[in-house]
């Protein structure tokens, strides 16, 4: 099921912005909208999925919160994990197959806010 839109709290506009546009290129994803406390990021294509990702100031809830995009392949997983990492992300698992399903790989990072983002493929072998 894709996620049809997520609101993350940031405690830095900047760090996020940075972060999040480096991280989410590889998945199709830029910076569609900026606002004075709130940024978001989608396809770029004026279409529903074009503002997903939402983030706006305020007090981070620290670890716990987790968002995984889908990713179309497992390059684009590779690709978002050097990505994050690169933007001042930590690593929080790298890119390999997991024992979720039949085919699952991923890859895990901490964004600067403490939030656990992840990309996945789900395809064939």
Same mark, same amino acid.
Do not use: C, W
């Given at each position: 099921?894709?996620?049809?839109? @997520?609101?993350?709290?940031?405690?830095?506009?900047? %760090?996020?912005?940075?972060?999040?546009?480096?991280?989410?290129? &590889?998945?199709?994803?830029?910076?569609?909208?900026?606002? &004075? +406390?709130?940024?978001?990021?989608?396809?770029?294509?004026?279409?529903?999925?074009?503002?997903?990702?939402?983030?706006?100031?305020?007090?981070? &809830?620290?670890?716990?919160?987790?968002? %995984?995009?889908?990713?179309?392949?497992? +390059?684009?997983?590779?690709?978002?994990?050097?990505? %994050?990492?690169?933007?001042?992300?930590?690593?929080?698992?790298? &890119?390999? +197959?997991?024992?979720?399903?039949?085919?699952?790989?991923? %890859?895990?990072?901490?964004?600067?806010?403490?939030?656990?983002?992840?990309? @996945?493929?789900?395809?064939?072998?």
């Amino acid at each position: 099921m894709p996620i049809d839109h @997520v609101n993350l709290p940031i405690a830095d506009l900047e %760090a996020s912005k940075a972060f999040y546009a480096a991280a989410l290129a &590889p998945l199709g994803f830029e910076l569609v909208y900026e606002g &004075p +406390d709130s940024l978001g990021f989608g396809r770029g294509d004026g279409g529903e999925d074009d503002e997903p990702i939402a983030l706006r100031l305020g007090e981070p &809830p620290g670890r716990g919160s987790h968002v %995984a995009f889908a990713a179309a392949n497992a +390059d684009q997983v590779d690709a978002f994990h050097a990505a %994050a990492l690169t933007a001042g992300g930590r690593d929080n698992g790298g &890119p390999g +197959d997991r024992p979720y399903g039949r085919r699952y790989y991923a %890859a895990f990072v901490i964004d600067p806010d403490g939030h656990n983002i992840e990309a @996945v493929y789900k395809g064939g072998s």
